[in-house]
């Protein structure tokens, strides 16, 4: 496997949850690691937390000036260079199938998706050059059926089709794609959409971990672990990985 040290990594999304805990530990193994989020912040505290190994860049993935800024960032950052891009900015969309509004939905598919797509291409010509990885973040919605979610789910699920074709057409570049389907991790996901309160985001949480066969919902840090595995494994590629503690394998208790 390759070592992360001095590897440019960006990170999207990265002001806190999955992707904060991504920066942290890709800065440990020795990585110069940039993120990006719309909330300064935010990055700003990742940043103190981790040291100068972080870079921070505020921007809007859903805007192609912000998401050139995030290479252009990444690259000065990282020595004119980038290893891996790791998709993971996203929100929360929950919506009734018998409720459905095209506006909603347009706005799912370009945070969750068409976003993701867009600096994935860009950064191409970069991957290329140092035979690196793509990795997005999908999800267990895609695993098992929760009903009102079908909107997130659905951009989950492109992103998994997407990572297939993605790393068959770049395969014969050296570029390696691949996805990570989390299980349920406490993270402020639910919180930013608004959907709950604190106290009810943490009771979902307690009533979601014997879903999982390991009895537990996972942490940020164990699906970095994941994402760490698809960047480094050079003969790995259009996968989709399954960390998540089991949720996945369906099972009951009966």
């Given at each position: ?23 942290s ?38 805007l ?6 995030m ?6 950052h ?12 996203a ?7 018998d ?104 009771a ?9 066969a ?41």
């Amino acid at each position: 496997m390759r070592s992360m040290e001095d590897m440019s990594i960006l990170v999207t999304g990265g002001g806190s949850g999955i992707g904060a805990d991504c920066a942290s530990r890709f800065c440990d193994l020795g990585a110069k690691v940039t993120i990006s989020g719309r909330r300064l912040e935010k990055l700003e505290q990742v940043q103190a937390q981790i040291g100068e190994r972080c870079c921070i860049v505020q921007g809007d993935v859903t805007l192609a000036e912000d998401r050139q800024r995030m290479l252009d960032t990444c690259l000065a950052h990282g020595g004119g260079k980038l290893d891996a891009l790791v998709n993971n900015a996203a929100n929360m969309y929950r919506q009734p199938v018998d409720q459905y509004t095209e506006a909603f939905l347009r706005d799912a598919f370009e945070t969750n998706v068409i976003s993701a797509m867009m600096l994935s291409s860009a950064a191409i010509p970069h991957l290329q050059e140092t035979t690196g990885a793509i990795v997005f973040i999908g999800s267990t919605h895609t695993k098992r059926a929760f009903p009102g979610a079908s909107p997130y789910a659905t951009t989950k699920a492109a992103l998994e089709g997407l990572t297939k074709v993605m790393a068959a057409e770049l395969g014969p570049r050296q570029i390696r794609v691949g996805c990570i389907l989390p299980g349920a991790v406490s993270t402020e996901l639910n919180l930013r959409a608004g959907l709950f309160s604190a106290e009810e985001a943490s009771a979902r949480y307690d009533a979601v971990a014997g879903l999982h066969a390991l009895g537990r919902i996972g942490t940020g840090t164990e699906v970095a672990e994941g994402v760490e595995y698809l960047i480094r494994a050079e003969w790995v590629t259009g996968v989709a990985l399954e960390v998540d503690g089991g949720i996945g394998l369906g099972v009951s208790h009966f």
